[in-house]
């Protein structure tokens, strides 16, 4: 569609430059210094040509064209005029410029050259008022470049301001997107994670409610077993693998306290990386002898999981601590 826009804009810029120039060529009377006349068409149509057709993978005009389009505001209205006698300075053939000057002004505004536009529509109001006067200048097609100009400008700043818009909106569509995606993995891991916990807590709940209560002691340790694992799966869902949940397994047979929070550690991470943290985690606690193990995947911007491990009789003292393990958030 750009390109389709662009193509379209380029070849009116070209069919108009050719329109003034074959204007300028049309003279009704010989002019003093054909030669000048001649020059200021090749001048204007090399700048014109460089203006719209310079740089084609770029919207904003290169700096050599759009100093060659300002050169050339100033010369051809010079040549012209000195062309030719001051009485035929207003004749039809004669005024191309002014029309021609302004559609180049016109481009380097659409080009992203705004100051030189608007510096070369002053040259030309400067150059038409010197050599045939303020009034005959806007008589003869000042008024016409001036619009041009203008309305070049309006537009440019509405469609810039347009693809800005666009753009915005695009970007909010695709957050939107991204949370929408987002919702629907949580919702499919909680789904996950309950079918998990039913797997583990169904078979406990049906026999407890068979046996009235009334349990062996291997019944008891799977019912707080299964117990724990719901808990680690609400609490710290994010941690969990098939290793991590069976070394907290074989650390409560062992008879150890396991505690397990998440707080959003692993918030950020990408997925290859949480995979490798799961795996030292759950090397940390095979290798644990603590009775009391505490797991908390805190938000902290060096590490990910943080595994402290305390003795039997340990209270709150530091001296209880006999483990303490940090995984990082980025490997080492």
Same mark, same amino acid.
């Given at each position: ?20 120039? /074959?204007?300028? %060529?049309?003279?009704? $009377?010989?002019?003093? @210094?054909?030669?000048? +006349?001649?020059? *200021?068409?090749? #001048?204007? &149509? ?72 608007? /510096?070369?529509? %002053?040259?030309?109001? $400067?150059?038409?008022? @010197?050599?045939?006067? +303020?009034?005959? *200048?806007?008589? #003869?097609? &000042? ?95 994010? &941690? ?93």
């Amino acid at each position: 569609m750009r390109r389709s826009v662009r193509s379209i804009t380029t070849s009116l810029a070209l069919g108009f430059a050719l329109y003034f120039a /074959a204007r300028a %060529i049309g003279w009704t $009377v010989q002019p003093e @210094a054909p030669l000048l +006349i001649v020059a *200021a068409i090749a #001048l204007y &149509l090399a700048a014109t040509l460089t203006a719209v057709v310079g740089a084609p993978q770029q919207v904003r005009m290169p700096m050599g064209p759009a100093v060659l389009a300002l050169v050339s505001s100033a010369l051809v209205p010079t040549l012209v005029s000195l062309a030719l006698e001051p009485s035929l300075r207003g004749a039809p053939f004669a005024t191309w410029y002014i029309g021609a000057t302004g559609l180049l002004a016109v481009v380097c505004i659409v080009r992203r050259r705004p100051l030189f536009g608007w /510096a070369m529509l %002053i040259i030309l109001i $400067v150059a038409t008022s @010197a050599f045939m006067g +303020i009034g005959e *200048a806007f008589t #003869l097609g &000042l008024v016409g470049s001036i619009t041009w100009v203008l309305v070049a400008q309006l537009l440019v700043l509405f469609w810039d301001r347009a693809v800005r818009d666009t753009e915005r909106l695009a970007d909010i569509q695709r957050a939107v997107s991204a949370w929408h995606a987002t919702q629907l993995v949580r919702q499919r891991e909680r789904r996950v994670r309950a079918q998990r916990a039913l797997a583990v807590a169904g078979p406990v709940l049906s026999r407890t409610v068979a046996a009235r209560g009334e349990l062996s002691e291997e019944e008891r340790l799977q019912a707080r077993l299964a117990e724990g694992t719901l808990r680690d799966e609400l609490r710290g869902g994010s &941690l969990m693998s098939e290793a991590v949940r069976e070394a907290i397994t074989e650390a409560r047979r062992a008879g150890a306290t396991v505690t397990v929070f998440d707080e959003g550690g692993l918030d950020g991470i990408d997925e290859a990386r949480i995979e490798e943290i799961r795996a030292e985690l759950a090397g940390v606690l095979a290798r644990a002898h603590s009775n009391r193990l505490i797991i908390r995947a805190g938000r902290d911007e060096t590490n990910a999981v943080t595994v402290v491990g305390r003795t039997a009789g340990g209270a709150a003292d530091d001296d209880a601590v006999e483990l303490w393990h940090e995984i990082r958030r980025v490997a080492d």
